[in-house]
T-cell receptor
């Protein structure tokens, strides 16, 4: 099993550009999460999904969108990149919301 | 406000030392997680606790619900234990899906 995979590992964007961060898991988990990690801060939940077709906002959703068309994939979309979105983004999944989460390796995004 | 505080922020130890990292939280919780973030960035879940104590190898996690406090202990520390250790809690009465994370404790174990 590959677990949770994320692409790309690194990306530099210019202000106003858009991009999609990819996340996939092969553990047949229903629950998937997107977090951002800023220097010196705890992880913050951006969006989460409880199953294919069902998504909801987390703590810091502004500037992001998600979709969940399959159990395996949970892409995160940045429409108009801003310097405040410079961060490391982690995708995670779990079998149910009370279980430990499995994390992907992260995507380091810089917006200049 | 629901908060998670970790101490210390940074910890340097010599190989073989006993390590303690602390986590305190502001209100009642339904579960507490300890995670390890490697220098390369990957995050791994170590423990999930709702009461008592759990042990895995040289790692021990304890929680005191009344005092709203948890500790992560590492016995016979080794340089490969060098990492950021993160505490995260699910507050009672809140969303089942939301974990609140501490800022992490950076542990460096020197040979």
């Amino acid at each position: 099993n590959a677990g949770v995979t994320q692409t790309p590992k690194f990306r530099i964007l210019k202000i106003g550009q858009s991009m999609t961060l990819q996340c996939a898991q092969d553990m047949n988990h229903n629950y998937m999460y997107w977090y951002r990690q800023d220097p010196g801060m705890g992880l913050k939940l951006i969006y989460y999904s409880v199953g294919a077709g069902i998504t909801d906002k987390g703590e810091v959703p502004n500037g992001y969108n998600v979709s969940r068309s399959t159990t395996e994939d949970f892409p995160l979309r940045l429409e108009l990149a801003a310097p405040s979105q410079t961060s490391v983004y982690f995708c995670a999944s779990s079998d149910n919301p009370l279980d430990p989460q499995f994390f992907g390796p992260g995507t380091r995004l810089t917006v200049l | 406000k629901n908060e998670v505080e970790q101490s210390p922020q940074n910890l340097t130890a010599q190989e073989g030392e006993f390590i303690t990292i602390n986590c305190s939280y502001s209100v009642g919780i339904s579960a507490l997680h300890w995670l390890q973030q490697h220098p390369g960035g990957g995050i791994v879940s170590l423990f999930m606790l709702s009461s008592g104590k759990k042990k895995h190898g040289r790692l021990i996690a304890t929680i005191n619900i009344q005092e709203k406090h948890s500790s992560l202990h590492i016995t016979a520390s080794h340089p490969r234990d060098s990492a950021v250790y993160i505490c995260a809690v699910r507050f009672s009465g809140g969303s089942n899906y939301k974990l609140t994370f501490g800022k992490g404790t950076l542990l460096t174990v020197n040979p």
